[in-house]
């Protein structure tokens, strides 16, 4: 199988975009800036989703389902979500289609059919939400309300690319609502911590965690916490948020509680959401110039036997032992295929899984049963060695957790040494260009200068990190005073 990828080196960008579809991942649609997810991309996000479905579960979180369509006077309710989400909506505003009496054969809007309020397709689902917690909310005993949908979100992106930004793409969506404000807070810096668990536990890619600028955060939200990531370029990816809402949506759809004194309050929101483009950072994060590389935890097929044989005998010797293996591995929860493909030469084989990444590829010729021996070859290193089949299993389980821990560490190494600390406009700008990564500067804390300096350079205040150190200094634009260093990067 003859891959032929562009590297890294030669075009980032293009490279992305080649394995993406290369792995069978995703590809672009008929729809203009859409994409089709397919199988073996699904699967990739099904494993996402039912991690961290089963993380919001543990953390007492209960799916619901809302609709698609936002009535336009409802999304308006809140202004500010409202403003900041206007210029992506996609708009209902007929429900039927007539033949077109000019035209044989086509269709036409009906002019008759125009809806009385044009309906929102749903950018995020707040206004939705929060209208119909009117309703079950009336008593601190209704709270707190811990509530999550897995949805399809439309955002009229102009520039699109595959999982990274597309104007239809999957998602989850949590929506709480609490009698405190301390509880909001708190939920939202828990839920933070989920996305951050998942991205370093099941993704392996090490995030920093952080409160976005006021011009960054979320329209509509009083805080929004995030994590980051770097990617391989030298680019940020923002993997995760989680909003404090305040009362903004509450005040906006009448959200009131009769506390235990029975007096009327608004309750407070909070609202987090990871969505389809942690497919395009767990490749950006880990993948190669052979194709992808999957972190163990995430990988729809683990481990991949592949037969190597000239005569039907061999192959029937060959499938006894895979077929047994099989077995083993299953009753050890690792999910493993046997390639009996006799279609395709072991070769074509070897050169798909490595493309597909699929972390261990046990290779299995009349050699080895001779020898009682296999092939274990290393997805990530590229690494091949010889063992003795005792034992095999438990050795290969042992080296997929230490595959994962591999992938985070290499990951990690990669993102502390492309972490700098500078002190001047000029070492900024030098250093996003030759080297990239967080820039770690002090800023003025004005939308000002953090607007200047995105309009100069297209690099962006990241996050304020949350363990950053107080450290008076000066801002590197303005010479301002400045209470700490913030993280700015070029981002996706």
Sequence with gaps: MSKNLTTRAEDYSKWYNELVVKADLAENSGVRGCMVIKPYGYAIWEKMQAELDRMFKETGHSNA???????????????????????????????????DPDKP??????????????????????????????????????????????????????RTRLFLRTAEFLWQEGHTAHATKLEAIEESEKMMNVYADFAENFMAIPVIKGLKTETERFAGAEETYCIEALMQDGRALQAGTSHFLGQNFAKAFDVKFANQEGKQEYVWGASWGVSTRLMGALVMTHSDDNGLVLPPNLAPIQVVIVPIYKTEEELEAITNVATEL?????????????????????????????????????AIGPKDLENGTFEIARRDLLTKETKPKEGIVIYVKELLEQIQIDLFDRALNYRNTHITEVNSFEEFKEILETKGGFIAAHWDGTAETEEKIKELTKATIRCIPLDRKEEQGNCIFSGAKSAGRVLFAKAY
């Design 65 to 99: 389902y809302f609709p698609l369509f936002v009535p336009k006077s409802m999304f308006e309710a809140e202004e500010k979500n409202a403003e900041g989400f206007a210029k992506e909506c996609a708009i209902v505003t007929h429900y039927r289609l007539k033949n």
């Design 105 to 158: 054969g086509k269709l036409m809007v009906d002019p008759n059919a125009k809806l009385e309020e044009e309906l929102i397709v749903r950018p995020t689902s707040e206004a939705i939400i929060w209208s119909t917690y009117k309703t079950w909310i009336q008593s601190y005993r209704d709270l707190p309300l811990l509530i999550n949908q897995w949805a399809n979100v439309v955002r009229w992106e102009m």
């Design 326 to 362: 099989v077995s083993e591995f299953k009753k050890m929860g690792i999910s493993i295929k046997f390639d009996q493909r006799t279609t395709q030469k072991p070769g074509f084989k070897f050169a798909e899984w490595e493309l597909k990444g699929v972390p261990v590829r046990i």
